[in-house]
């Protein structure tokens, strides 16, 4: 009897050990960066797509490529309550690389991309018999789900930007153009009239870049390339809408293209990653601009040098970055996501993983989930959906609105294990006691 309860006790003693940590540290990933869900493909593989949050939640995603040469019509549209995709009447003209922004009424305006047999990634290649910058721009109806015609921008424009200004006016900044190559113009779009009218234009033509607004409700755009050869910039431009014109601002450490921007809570921008040149590793650095002293300073470098990636920013003050792709290896992509602490200012390993891409579509969800999908990876336009929730944000099953700590699954087992040992070691020695 001695020796069965010597038996049971070291079980025990094992289960404490080994138990608590295993759902202690199966919970620390997800505690300290989140954690990811993969749900229902989309309808259609591609890349170079837009994706816009509606006012209802759901997400509008147009267009894109499947393979870099053809341009989509198709559109589909998600639903985060069944996370589920449906699909929607085709837009009324196929389009990549354009821009997709919600206005006020609710309604999303689409404007610009490219249309072509041509691969545009491609030095010059572009300009091919056939290939078009578009300057057509179409409206889409969430309660119709229909897409119709609106007023053509005063030029076709692809790798552009497109910012709302804070009296609702969208304004496209830069981009290429199959006949200009670099832009520098800008035009601004008002809902209220259904009209384009020219915008002053940036000091630099410029494509590839980004373009943030900032908390005062001026524009930032930051580097990027001219368009004629990928030889990205430092340079930086902030518009004042009161005064349209834009002003020449510190330039950035390092020049970069297709690289990613990132509003901070304090009002500050934080940059990180990009192409720095043809043939050359992509940066691993990242910086930070503060608008009330004019200046950058360099953050702590990401693990992995990276373009055509994106950074999430979370409640806390960290950011997420995810997918992307590296100059030195451009047949697959980055899988791996990275944290940054903004009090010591270093990126770190999550140790999260999901398919890795570039150019994926992302949009904010209303439960606070981050919805990527599609993108190119490994040369193919990938049809791949998935819902990135931050720490405290725990995943549920397809459809189920009530969502349930893993932990606490962790936690349950390991306690019915528990009652199962005690169980055993009071029926064992009954069952096993000679008959007499």
């Known amino acids: 009897m001695k020796g069965m309860t010597a038996i049971f006790f070291s079980i025990w003693v094992i289960f404490l050990f080994l138990g608590i940590p295993i759902a202690a540290g199966s919970a620390s990933t997800e505690d300290r960066y989140g954690s990811i869900q993969s749900v229902q493909a989309m309808h259609q593989g591609r890349f170079n797509h837009t994706a816009t949050t509606l006012k209802d939640g759901r997400v509008l995603v147009t267009g894109g490529t499947p393979d870099g040469y053809a341009s989509l019509r198709s559109a589909e549209i998600f639903d985060p309550k069944t996370k589920d995709w449906d699909r929607l009447p085709d837009m009324l003209d196929p389009r990549m690389r354009h821009t ?70 969208i ?18 779009f008002d ?50 809408p009161t005064e349209d014109r834009w002003y020449r601002i510190a330039p950035m450490n390092d020049a970069r293209g297709y690289h990613s921007a990132l509003l901070l809570g304090d009002g500050r921008l934080m940059v990180s990653g990009g192409f720095s040149g043809p043939k050359t590793p992509d940066h ?6 503060d608008p009330v002293l004019g200046i950058w300073t360099l953050s702590g470098p990401m693990r992995l040098g990276k373009h055509a990636h994106s950074m999430i920013l979370l409640s806390n003050g960290g950011i997420i970055s995810h997918g992307g792709s590296s100059v030195t290896d451009l047949s697959c992509q980055v899988c791996g996501l990275e944290y940054y602490d903004t009090v010591s200012g270093i990126w770190s390993d999550t140790y999260l ?37 931050p720490p405290g944000h725990f995943v549920a099953a397809k459809g189920d609105d009530d969502r349930i700590d893993p932990t606490y699954m962790i936690i349950g087992a390991l306690v019915l294990v528990a009652l199962v040992l005690v169980a055993l070691r009071f029926a064992l020695p009954r069952i096993l006691r000679p008959a007499s």
Do not use: Q
């Not at 304004?171 to 601004?188: A, D, K, R, Y």
């Not at 691993?284 to 601009?289: C, D, V």
């Open 100 to 169: 997709s922004n919600i206005l006020l009424s609710g309604d999303v305006l689409i404007a610009g991309g490219y249309y072509g047999g041509g691969h545009p990634s491609i030095f010059h290649s572009y300009k091919g018999p056939g290939n078009h910058s578009i300057d057509g721009c179409e409206i889409f109806d969430p309660s119709t789900l229909d897409f119709r015609r609106a007023a053509p921008m005063m030029t076709g424009r692809f790798w552009h930007r497109a910012v709302e200004l804070k009296d609702g006016r």
């Open 171 to 188: 304004m496209v900044i830069g981009g290429l153009n199959v006949t200009h190559s670099g832009l520098g113009s800008c035009e601004i």
């Open 191 to 240: 809902p209220t009239k259904g009209t384009w009218t020219e915008a002053a234009s940036l000091n630099e033509p410029r494509a590839r870049f980004t373009a943030t607004v900032l908390a005062n409700g001026s524009v930032i755009v930051t580097g990027g390339h001219n368009g004629t050869v990928k030889v990205p910039t430092s340079t930086c431009e902030i518009y004042i």
């Open 284 to 289: 691993h650095s990242s910086e930070i601009y």
């Open 353 to 389: 993983l999901m398919l890795g891409r570039a150019w994926p579509a992302e949009a904010d969800l209303p439960d606070g989930g981050h919805l990527i999908c599609g993108g190119l990876s490994c040369n193919e336009a990938k049809d791949v959906t998935d819902i990135y929730y």
